[in-house]
């Protein structure tokens, strides 16, 4: 059984901090593939930042620059840096991962694995 746990949502002024955590359960985390999508009110899914199972890495062009994915595989842990962060990253940021990378990084449709989110508030 796969959960997903992320944490580290908060808010926080325009400009600021934080970091979100995604902790793995029953995932391979070191083989699999694991991405950071975030959601807004009344706005589709999008895709932030990916990374592979070589520790590549992908972001929107959104946040590129500013934040930064990776990964613990000791730690079956996900992160999620995000600096300078600016109103319009204010999300839910969903953990989402699947077994084996392919297709497009930042289609959802292409994770089996979610977790429930954690609330990202910038003003």
């Known amino acids: 059984h796969v959960q997903l746990v992320e944490s580290g949502g908060g808010s926080v002024q325009a400009g600021g901090s934080l970091r979100l955590t995604c902790t793995a359960s029953g995932f391979a985390v070191s083989s699999g593939c694991m991405v950071w999508f975030r959601q807004a009110p009344g706005k589709e899914r999008e895709g932030v930042a990916h990374i592979d199972t070589d520790d590549s890495t992908r972001y929107a062009e959104s946040v590129k620059g500013r934040f930064t994915i990776s990964k613990d595989n000791a730690k079956k842990t996900l992160y999620l840096q995000m600096d300078s962060l600016r109103p319009e990253d204010t999300s839910m940021y969903y953990c989402?991962?699947?077994?084996?990378?392919?297709?497009?990084?930042?289609?959802?449709?292409?994770?089996?694995?979610w977790g429930q989110g954690t609330q990202v508030t910038v003003s």
């Open positions: 989402a991962a699947e077994d084996y990378c392919g297709g497009s990084w930042n289609l959802e449709q292409n994770y089996l694995y």
